[in-house]
């Protein structure tokens, strides 16, 4: 079996990342992807409360059977670090072999990973490449320009019909209609 761990802030989650695990599943060959969103960042970057990055996850990455939703890094010593999880998930399941699916745009940020060289021995990074990020070693550029602080943009200003459109094409319905319920994102901090 081999699992690709799918971490990140997912501050909020958005149709990328569904998108990129749809993708994982259909070209990885991979049984199952476990999300983990990150308790806290390593570093230091403000995140909106873990409970409700893990609801919205949840609610993200429902229709997709074979993604399951972690809450592993709550159990993790502070700072979160991938590493950290991945032992701990290397301890947990014995001989399954774990990909770490990535971003093409933190290749260049991996040198402030911690151990970045035992991450890639436990899971040797599934890559995929964002629009921008293009590597000529690396597959074309699947997945479309949208981050979480773009959404956040928008969130904060979801009174104005032009954000609403835009955030229906970025966030999935049933991720918008729990921040919508919960006044999550009512400002950009």
Known sequence: MTLAIFGGSFDPPHVAHVLAASYALAVGGFERILVVPAFEHALGKHLSPFEERLALCRLCFDDLARVEVSALESELPRPSYTVRLLERLQSERPGVAMRLVIGS????????????ARIEELAPPFVLTRRGHERPELAPAILPEVSSTRVRELLARRHDAEALRELGWLVPRRVL???EAANLYASEP
């Open 177 to 179: 209609e729990r921040i």
């Open 105 to 116: 745009d933190v290749l260049g940020e991996t040198h402030s990973w911690r151990d970045f």
